[in-house]
């Protein structure tokens, strides 16, 4: 079977230099029968050494990946780099446009669509390329989220708690170097298909973020999304470490319990208890749910089922059942 990608890129991915340039994937639409959808890709290459692939726009609507890697791809200069850097700023480049977490084109969400399929819809196809061609040449894979519209993070640098202890080192090592205020162990809750596991399972030092919210986007969080280019420097590949070294001990924390991700039992008006940072305890109420069509009947409480600091809460007051309200961490040692 023919498992070659059907998305073309019109740079050279190998070779020094820097390039600007992009993926074309093939469409066929109601307003042009032939037709490419381009992604923006830049190549910043500078003889032997490890190459780095930076992400950002998996989701359309988490802004911080975009800004600073098109900072970065503008910035940065060959003579600055010891191997190469491959920048992908607006991965799923029509979310980013529409500012949508999932595509606007095909209704999939970029982060649950690796490692893709060669003839599959957008999203799928854009995975299969970066799974196939793109992910191979790492040694260091950076995919930059944040809480986008539906959630408030406190800024961190995460990945999931990896079997391999050796692997699992480098990326704690890597992780400690971007100097965010948190390292945060995470579970998949929702999905598989993420773009991190692909790369974690391919051996790759592999880190993504979550830098803040839709609505806390701005100077702060940028700030500290920006110290990215410690970890280029960490690894090698920049001779500098960027102007801000941030935070020298991050603290780890994990949600490594499926009790620690707290869904809304009701659907109606999330009333948050709690702020970001707060310690909650087991039983506790970290808010409750009012509804919308019986003013009469007393809110609907959401517990906590875990011990924790509130790492993640949820900033759409309108909620369904089910969805994500807050989620707890503990501190660990790692
Ligand atoms: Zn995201």
Known sequence: MNDDSLVTIDVDLEGDGKRFGNLAVPQSTNSAGWAKYFIPITVISNGDGPTAILFGGNHGDEYEGPVTLLNLARELTPDQVHGRVIIIPMLNHPAVVAGTRLSPIDGANMNRAFPGRRNDSITGMIAHFISSRVLPLADLVIDIHSGGSSMHMLPS??????????????????????????????????????????????????????????????????????????????????????????????????????????????????????????????????????????????????????????????????????????????????
Not at 172 to 177: E, G
Not at 292 to 302: A, S, T
Not at 319 to 334: D, F, I, K, M, Y
Request: net charge negative.
């Open 157 to 334: 640098v995460n990945m999931h708690r990896l079997e391999n202890e050796a692997q699992m080192d480098l990326m704690l090592a890597a992780a400690r170097a971007w100097g965010a205020p948190y390292i945060f162990l995470y579970r998949d809750i929702a999905g598989e298909g993420l773009l991190p596991s692909c790369a974690e399972q391919m051996g790759n030092v592999t880190l993504g973020t979550e830098m803040g919210s839709k609505a806390q986007f701005g100077r702060e969080t940028l700030l500290v999304t920006a110290r990215v280019r410690n970890v280029l420097h960490h690894a090698g590949i920049l001779s500098e470490p960027g102007s801000d070294p941030g935070v020298a001990e991050p603290i780890v924390v994990a949600a490594d319990d499926e009790q620690d991700y707290i869904m809304a039992p009701a659907s109606g008006i999330f009333e948050p208890f709690f702020e970001l940072g707060d310690p909650i305890a087991a039983c506790e109420r970290v808010g409750q749910i009012h509804s919308l069509e019986h003013p009469e009947r007393d809110p609907h409480p959401v517990a906590a089922r875990s011990n924790g600091i509130l790492f993640a809460r949820r900033s759409i007051p309108l909620t369904r059942q089910g969805e994500c309200v807050a989620v707890l961490t503990r501190e660990v040692s790692s």
